[in-house]
T-cell receptor
């Protein structure tokens, strides 16, 4: 079954700790994206990657980091520098030459 | 600065009637628009899209209309069904920029009443 997975579904961390959110896809898509959703707000772009070993900052990249060492994987690290990390995080992938993004189920991160 | 706006946070419609969800944008460089549907605690799923060279695109019960001069698009759902109850996001991009970066609106929560 092709798809995009995010794990875990719920994540709790103490303030000041870095945490890495997983995103894996077996759709053979070149592009991958990380978004953040807060109550009453739309999806805001954190980072995106068009191809392996390349990524660009989105609109709210401060306090986050990513890597794209494999086509299938695009992990997001929420660092202690991110001032308001508690949010719902969504990963998406897209086939080159198309505009449709396929989203994972999301990870809800709560920082205590 | 919100480049894509969905000014109605929520909408309630009777089953069988038409649902109209609206979206406005400010960036004249946007030339491709998409609608996504999202259920709670799930990722959004693609619904329908439209290129700026068209003013209408239809797929079953879903039709998207684009008014470029007004920088406005709308999603029509006819007839509305209880399963359509979800949050709907519009998104815009500039294909000519080649960045494949998408700007999302804040979403409209649709409730279809049985």
């Amino acid at each position: 079954d092709g798809g995009i997975t995010q794990s875990p579904k719920y994540l709790f961390r103490k303030e000041g700790q870095n945490v890495t959110l997983s995103c894996e896809q077996n759709l053979n898509h070149d592009a991958m994206y990380w978004y953040r959703q807060d109550p009453g707000q739309g999806l805001r772009l954190i980072y995106y990657s068009q191809i392996v070993n390349d990524f660009q900052k989105g609109d709210i990249a401060e306090g986050y980091s990513v890597s794209r060492e494999k086509k299938e994987s695009f992990p997001l690290t929420v660092t202690s520098a991110q001032k308001n990390p508690t949010a719902f995080y969504l990963c998406a992938s897209r086939l080159s030459g198309t505009d449709t993004q396929y989203f994972g189920p999301g990870t809800r991160l709560t920082v205590l | 600065d919100q480049q894509v706006k969905q000014n109605s946070p929520s909408l309630s419609v009777q089953e069988g009637r038409i649902s109209i969800l609206n979206c406005d944008y400010t960036n004249s460089m946007f030339d491709y628009f998409l609608w996504y549907k999202k259920y709670p605690a799930e990722g959004p799923t693609f619904l329908i899209s439209i290129s700026s060279i068209k003013d209408k695109n239809e797929d079953g019960r879903f039709t998207v209309f684009l008014n470029k001069s007004a920088k406005h698009l709308s999603l029509h759902i006819v007839p509305s069904q209880p399963g359509d109850s979800a949050v709907y996001f519009c998104a815009a991009s500039s294909r000519t920029s080649g960045t494949y970066k998408y700007i999302f609106g804040t979403g409209t929560r649709l409730k279809v009443l049985a």
